[in-house]
């Protein structure tokens, strides 16, 4: 291994170790490793100048927009109302509260574009709910971590855009487009392995809703349904691009919030400042890893990588299998915007010599990633599924191995059957 490679790492770790912001740490190690073959005052004003160019995007626009429109969605109202409807789909099955909180948690992190913010809606409501009818508290907040997951590959989603950004400019809206079946794939998983467990335990019925309830509650949710046809129908008819849909999101959202009167005029500067502080992070991330390529693209790590796993093995199955094992590791403690930025560069290139298209691995990586987030030492959405629950790690990590399974049996499913990525991009017409 090269010395500034080596010192990049050896950098990096140290930094984490030392709980600097993973932002940071990426900076600062970016940094000395370029001082080992760059002198001082080039290897700084390079990586200002790479920063200042990684976000000088107009597709980056579309991550402040989304994110406002999440914040929105998170306090309008819209949570109690995706449930109903999910209620009215699935109530009726044994373990329907299970189905209930998978279903309306993958319709709100669609919304929303948030693990984070679906799980603490949907999952403020549903665990308290699903653990008066009897259920366990632990298998109560399993379901509703990984069911929110899936709002991530179900668009809009902020992952896919970075994505886009770091593989250096695949298509946003063939991307939106590439998650739909890959999500509702893995919504369907994680309901199979709800449904076996609610008739083992015996797990009560949710209960039917008459047809004409059901009727008045689905009225009641297309309002908040609309924001996914508004925006994707857009982009697909070509109406706006995928940063023009996330204005159009923000606006269509604030109109929701107000008219469910869940939001005050009063409370939008604090939710402008929360949008801000959220975007702010994101930015410094996606600054000092487009920093952070560039001197991997200088030392060529990419492609010695690619030739060194060439030279081991040309098994395209034996590759694919490694890179997941290095990002399901990688997930275990990197949240998943920094992991997407700095992974990709490398990977990438590994996955294109392979004959993948990036449109494929970036669904491929993305869906690897969402199983991290509720996976332990530091899984964003597993301490705020805890927190939630009023449970621990250990607890919730027991309930959430059958999960566990069907995500990455589905994982495998999407890597290895690439036309569940690829179909619906080429079926409008988007090139891989």
Not at 79 to 97: C, N, T
Not at 411 to 431: C, F, I, K, M, N
């Amino acid at each position: 291994m090269d010395v500034s490679v080596l010192l990049l790492v050896v950098t990096f770790v140290a930094c984490l170790a030392l709980n600097v912001p993973i932002a940071v740490s990426i900076g600062v190690a970016t940094v000395v490793a370029m001082l080992f073959t760059i002198p001082l005052g080039p290897a700084v004003t390079t990586a200002a100048l790479r920063m200042a160019t990684g976000i000088d995007s107009f597709a980056l626009l579309a991550i402040p927009f989304f994110i406002l429109s999440g914040q929105l969605i998170a306090r309008g109202g819209i949570a109690r109302r995706l449930i109903d409807f999910a209620k009215v789909l699935v109530g009726g099955f044994a373990g329907g509260l299970a189905y209930i909180n998978i279903l309306a948690s993958m319709f709100f992190g669609t919304i929303s574009g948030s693990a984070v913010a679906a799980t603490s809606a949907i999952g403020g409501f549903m665990i308290p709910a699903m653990e008066r009818e009897g259920y366990e508290r632990d298998y109560n907040v399993a379901v509703t971590m990984t069911g929110s997951v899936t709002g991530l590959l179900i668009p809009p989603s902020n992952v896919l855009i970075v994505y886009s950004l770091a593989s250096g400019g695949v298509s946003i809206a063939a991307l939106f487009v590439a998650g739909y079946l890959p999500g509702m794939l893995l919504g369907l998983a994680l309901m199979m392995v709800a449904g076996v467990i609610a008739a083992r335990r015996r797990y009560p019925v949710a209960g039917r809703s008459d047809l004409l309830d059901g009727v008045k509650i689905f009225v009641r949710a297309i309002p908040s349904l609309l924001l996914v046809v508004i925006v994707m129908g857009g982009i697909i008819a070509g109406i706006f691009t995928a940063t023009e849909a996330s204005a159009v999101a923000v606006i269509y959202s604030l109109v929701l919030a107000v008219a469910y009167r869940e939001v005050r005029i009063r409370k939008l500067p604090d939710i402008v400042l929360k949008s801000v502080e959220t975007t702010a992070i994101v930015m410094l991330l996606i600054a000092t890893s487009t920093a952070l390529s560039w001197i991997l693209s200088y030392e060529n790590i990419p492609q010695d990588l690619t030739a060194f796993m060439l030279s081991l093995t040309e098994s395209r199955v034996l590759i694919l299998l490694f890179i997941n094992l290095a990002l399901l590791t990688v997930g275990t403690f990197m949240d998943m915007t920094p992991a997407v930025l700095i992974f990709t560069p490398i990977f990438l290139p590994v996955a294109v010599q392979l004959g993948i298209s990036p449109l494929h691995f970036g669904i491929m990586m993305v869906l690897n990633l969402c199983i991290g987030l509720c996976t332990p030492p530091v899984g964003s959405i597993l301490f705020v599924g805890c927190g939630i629950g009023k449970t621990t790690v250990p607890d919730v990590t027991r309930a959430l191995l059958p999960f566990y399974a069907v995500m990455v049996l589905a994982l495998l499913l999407v890597v290895y059957l690439p036309w569940l990525s690829e179909a619906l991009p080429r079926l409008l017409g988007y090139t891989l």
